[in-house]
């Protein structure tokens, strides 16, 4: 009767490993979202771009740190594509993201040349650590969690620096901020560009872990980036810069944990986005809900051009 | 000090809603003069101001601050000499940080922000020093975020952050308006010591007609995009309410001009 529980138990390394993946990719959507008020799709493309990046160069036969900051270099650029697309010619933020997202998919083809790699006979950030060691789910789960543990304490060290309390102002109210000094657009666009980049580097990290890259991986990341950030939020809480900060990677591991859990109990795969879709729509709608006015007013006109 | 020649604004123009929001604005302000601007609703006054702080670029003029011509500069590039506050308490502070973030941002403002943390002992002991000025117990409340503050508070903290660094050009724009009238007076008070101390230069909007009197080296008056009447030295030291609406009467707008 409890045979699922153990077949759970028993995928619990595996996911949490895969999770502390992902969770670069949440705190890629985070920063845009939270820290800057820049709701960004970007990752969606990012992610794939990170993994075809890292593929081709891995497979070329160069060091797994190289084809991680190329990958980097290459998130970095889609993100600061996205937020310049909106700060330039005035575009809905969520279109900016769509329009790159959309556009990195014939990129992602462009760079891989084929639609996937095989990855098992080249290098990974595994094997060059450890050769023996690559496919220990624990040791998986070391060596991104070291990674995780630096992103972390560099963002909580920065975003109490006085260049990070000026990055928060400029998403927490852009007008008072530029009327502070600070410049709002270049800031938009670094810091977008980071979340492309933390995209791509949870991308590049997850062809080396599974071994192959694929331009439709991570379809739907986004929200499932997303699902874990709410869950990582109202978990945490995002009070302070720490809990902000921690919200990504523990909502992650959670979230993973539970659709794991919902698979072993019998949810088909392909329901899953469903799930999730459902999911996220339900924690962003209950506020409404619950706001229950006398009548429901039509929410202000939003415009695909400002 | 500031120089605004032939500032021009126009809204929709060659539409049926046309807005002369600036229509050839002239102003020169000495260094440590403290200015009041009246008008009545619409005359151009927040428009002047939105002019010389960048928010509002020109379609014609030219800005200058100590012989800099500014014209061309975004509002971040011209916030190292200009500060202003707000009639909005809302956009003056940043609500999801702390009172000592924002102060920090105010201690930042013109100066290039570096890799090292942000708040220390030493800092936060400025900001309590500087927030205790007004009177409204800020000074114990520089973990608070601002969101949590009352309309009041906010605007306070706005003011001591807009004097905090010095500016060469404070902006004031019927910043104590929209509070009740105890704070509107702290905030005030707070604003012509802060003013007075440091020999500010600043250009202040009001709408009371007592405040135009009793503060301020001069006084211009604006109409329809430009500044119609101005007064200084002894004529403004010596000016009444009853001297003012006289002096003002010829305009036509001068019913608009509420008395205190
Ligand atoms: N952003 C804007 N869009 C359209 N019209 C504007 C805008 N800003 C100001 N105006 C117009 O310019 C004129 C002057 O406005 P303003 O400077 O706000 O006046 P005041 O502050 O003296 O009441 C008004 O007619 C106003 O409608
Ligand atoms: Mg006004």
Redesign the pocket.
Known sequence: MFDFLISFWNVVPVTFAQSLIISFVVMGIMIPFRILGFPDLTSEGAFPLGGCVAAVVLAAGFNPLLAMLMALICGFAAGCTTAWIHLRFRINTLLAGILVLTMLYSINLRIMGRTNIALFNFDSLFKWISPSMANIPTFKIVVVGVLVLLVFAAGWYFFLTERGVTVRAAGAGPQMAEAQGINVWTITVLGVGAGGALSALGGSIMVQSQGFADVNMGLGILINGLAALIIGESVVGRSSTLRQLAAPVVGSAIYYQLISLCLTLGLKPADLKLATGLFVLLMLGLPQLRSGGRYRTVPPQEKVKE | MLRVSQARKI?YPGTPDE???LDGADLSLATGEFCVVI?S????????LNAISGRMPLDEGRIEINGADLTDLPVFKRAARIASVFQDPMIGTAPTMTVAENMLLAELRGRRSSLSPGLNAERRDLFRERLSVIGLGLEDRLDTNVGLLSGGQRQSLSLVMAVSNQPDLLLLDEHTAALDPRTADLVMKATISAIDTHDLTALM?THNMKHAVDYGDSLIM?DS?RVRLSMSGEEKAAATVETLIERFHETPDWLMLQEA
């Open positions: 809204f807005r002369k929001a008008g609703n619409g005359a151009g006054k927040s428009s002047l909007v604006m995009g």
